[in-house]
């Protein structure tokens, strides 16, 4: 794949150069974005509430917000190929750390250029994968699902630090290389197919890396998606497949003396829309070999969803699910030992609803529960530092919420 991606550009390159590639003006950038403020209503566990607040309760209302300015723009040359920038600017609000990642107080989100023509597009920079730009899920009414979502993105009902999630968070599309540097490439759509690929030699980036499930960066990651879009008599249809493999280094290990282990990340989605109403659902998997069985990495989770939509109306009701190996140690650490099946689940379902007030401003609400359950550990020989299993390690709730999201 790194070969291709990299030949390719080559070839792209030499387009450019070829024959008269002025462009006619500079490139002027332009403003685009948008803010969503939400007030949120969320109600914690009380047994988690009073393990973990030390007997102060946690705020069952809060402000939560998400909000990125674009600057971007392009040009076309004398030889029609169109070349381009986008830098994308957090704004304030939750999003300026990432759940289950860190930052190191950069807000440049994405930062890329871009070339396209009759060839396709190809992207370099900080961007999401090609496998992440093809993906379908489940929809939802007021674009508050998937890992972007408050509650479904853990900004709302509190995740135990003990539970495990996909990485990437609470998605179904694969995201552990998230915004990091690398190549996309993204084929000319072909009656309805559509095919992308991604090269990137790490997951780390200036602002982030992933640094959650006792794991350190990924590197040399590889994937390959694709999607097909098109409607027959009516019937819309969206179905996507994606791939990607890379090295993932472990921070311990109680398997190995080695440190690192091999990941492959499947996903398929689909959709199916007619008259308003999508039925839609999607699947990721985690595989890794046994280096890291147990270190909270293998996994899988799932989505499914109905929306209706109407002129100004939208309403949609989800349902996610994933299961991750809790990361006990094995039998060689006596300290520690599974209780239960040994897998740290999330589940949550959620009914959202849209009304458009005017061009760029929609009204946004959201009712939804989620669960976080962690397979648990007690302390088998009484050694300090082993955590024991109880109300602390679990969690679940309510949330409710409604908020305003501006377009410009």
Do not use: C
Not at 64 to 91: C, H, M, P, R, W
Not at 122 to 145: M, S
């Amino acid at each position: 794949m790194k070969k291709i991606l990299i030949a390719s550009t080559a070839l792209v390159a030499a387009g450019m150069m070829s024959g008269t590639a002025s462009a006619s003006e500079k490139i002027n950038l332009k403003l685009g974005g948008f803010s969503k403020w939400w007030v949120v209503g969320q109600w914690n566990d009380s047994n988690y509430t009073a393990r973990t607040a030390n007997g102060s309760d946690i705020n069952s209302v809060d402000i939560k917000g998400d909000n990125e300015v674009y600057f971007g723009g392009s040009t076309t040359l004398d030889n029609g190929i169109q070349v381009g920038i986008d830098i994308q600017l957090e704004a304030g609000g939750h999003t300026e750390t990432q759940a289950g990642l860190t930052t190191t107080g950069d807000i440049i989100d994405e930062s890329y250029v871009f070339v396209s023509g009759g060839f396709g597009k190809f992207i370099v920079g900080a961007k999401n994968n090609g496998t992440y730009l093809l993906h379908v899920t489940a929809p939802d009414a007021a674009g508050n699902w998937n890992e972007g979502g408050i509650m479904t993105g853990n900004w709302a009902v509190a995740k135990p630090a003990k539970v495990n999630t996909l990485l990437g968070g609470n998605t179904t599309a694969i995201l552990t290389d998230g915004d990091s540097d690398g190549i996309t490439y993204v084929a000319p759509t072909f009656y309805g197919l559509t095919f992308g690929g991604s090269y990137k030699p790490s997951s780390s980036k200036d602002d982030r890396g992933i640094t959650d499930l006792k794991t350190q960066t990924a590197s040399e990651i590889f994937g390959a998606g694709a999607l097909y879009a098109n409607t027959f008599g009516g019937v819309g249809v969206k179905v996507s497949g994606g791939w990607a493999t890379y090295n993932l280094e472990a921070a311990a290990n109680n398997n190995s003396a080695s440190n690192h282990s091999t990941v492959n990340e499947y996903s398929t989605g689909s959709q199916v829309s007619y008259a308003g109403f999508t039925v839609g659902g999607s699947y990721r998997k985690q595989a890794v070999d046994s280096q890291l069985d147990n270190l909270g990495v293998k996994g899988s989770g799932w989505d499914a969803g109905v929306q209706y939509a109407s002129g100004p109306y939208a309403v949609s009701l989800a349902y996610f699910r994933s299961s991750v190996d809790s990361g006990v140690a094995n039998a060689t650490d006596n300290t520690k030992t599974y209780i239960g099946s040994g897998e740290d689940t999330v589940t949550a379902y959620q009914l959202s609803g849209k009304y458009t007030l005017g061009a760029g401003v929609d009204l946004l609400a959201s009712v939804g529960h989620i669960k976080y359950h962690d397979a648990g550990e007690t302390n088998a020989t009484g050694a300090a530092g082993a955590v024991a299993s109880g109300p602390s390690t679990n969690n679940k709730g309510w949330t409710a919420m409604t908020g305003l999201s501006l377009a410009f």
